[in-house]
């Protein structure tokens, strides 16, 4: 528990503890079943041979499988992933805020598997839509009449010189998207950071990235800690920010920008993280005019992402435009239909669109590209169309958040209109990130939600 900061009221997140844990329970009761849900109308248990394949046992994979098993008689579903462990990966910045333990984002793929789906327990090495298979990291070649590419992301700790994964924890650098055990680490940083004092500095990379609100909600979680701790007089927090916004929706962007204001949290634009010195704290940053240093006691690294190299070194990403450079597919921004490979989706981190790396994207992106794939096989057309809705809780304190929804054309959506203000720093808002998240993203993962 923080010490109360000057500007706590009985309300905060430390006040009437017992009271507000149970209106906690009973709130994110309510939210787990009420937050939003795509509804499709197609028809159930349609008998079929199919070959289906899934690239990937992460949150889309194992959401499109579940849904592919229970709306289709007789297919043939193989889903492929090495990795016996799944990940709640929303979970990171609790994790990293001291907020839960590691424990709370790991759980077996296994648990999330539905009767009758073939998981071959390899990566995937290979894709060759021209022939219509993929080849397995242990050499197996499995054909397919259709396949779902939900292979996720790589990080690209590389492309910053001297900075490598076993570096998080130590000599004040932290980041928190290479798995729990990394948010962990720099939830030990971050409190030695604090204790010491110093300068804190805050990145985010140049390239696409999933859960681009991450970068902001550490960077308050971090202010509003130190301020608890009556530490805030010691130490600067400041975000270097990789073009000239702070988030991709301006009316969002600018509310960043006056809490940050508000907060003395200084931004700095146009900078992106190169190279790191961990022995001298020194960072390299490339901007509009060249390059600059800047000495940090504290800074939160995030790689570049990218497409993985299965995907990359395929024939699937885009050849032109906005998203080739990095490797995401060429896919349709409604139906998620591979645009030269129509027996072909990508969903989740890896489809090229110009919103939609989150979990809570998966929960609308896959239902409507199974349903397209489900009206195939059937002979019928599917009207289903993905908006590019994107739902991101921006925690801002302990016990506040915003709760931004948007689409495509950066529309705020507002799934709970009178109870949920999306630019208002709400309770409700933390409740639906800290307590009602997980339950619906598992409800997901079973093709329930």
Known sequence: ?????????????????????????????????????????????????????????GAAGLSAASRLAERLDGASITIIDARRQHFYQPGYTLVAAGVKPQQYVVSDTAAYLPPGVNWVQESVAEIDPEARKVVTSGGTTLAYDYLIVATGLSLHYDEIEGMEPGLIGKDGIASIYNGHEAAYASSQALHNFIERGGRGIFTRPGTEMKCAGAPLKFTFISEDIATRQGRRDKLSIEYFSNNKSLFSVPIVSEKVRMLFRQRNIPVTYERVLTAIDPGRRLATFRTPDGTEEQSYDFIHVIPPMRAPAVVRNSPLPWQTGNWASEGWMEVDR????????????????????????????????????????????????????????????????????????????????????????????????????????????ISMLRGRA
């Open 1 to 57: 528990m923080h010490p109360r900061s000057p500007h706590d009221s009985s309300t905060d997140y430390d006040a009437n503890i017992n009271r507000r844990r149970f209106l906690a329970l009973a709130t994110a009761g309510a939210l787990s079943t009420a937050l939003p849900t795509p509804t499709l109308a197609a028809p159930a248990g349609i008998k079929t041979s199919a070959r289906i394949v899934i690239a990937g046992a």
């Open 334 to 441: 409604h139906t998620l239909r591979h645009i030269r490979y129509p027996d072909v989706f990508g969903v989740g981190d890896i489809a090229g669109v110009p919103k939609g790396k989150t979990a809570a994207s998966v929960k609308w992106q896959v239902p409507v590209a199974v349903d397209h794939l489900v009206a195939d096989i059937a002979g019928a057309r599917s009207d289903q169309r993905y908006d590019g809705y994107t739902s991101c809780p921006l925690i801002t304190r302990l016990g506040r958040a915003m709760l931004i929804e948007f689409d495509y054309e950066n529309n705020l959506v507002e799934s709970f209109p009178g109870m949920i203000a999306p630019l208002e720093e709400l309770w409700v808002s933390w409740v639906v990130k800290t307590m009602a998240l997980k339950p619906t993203y």
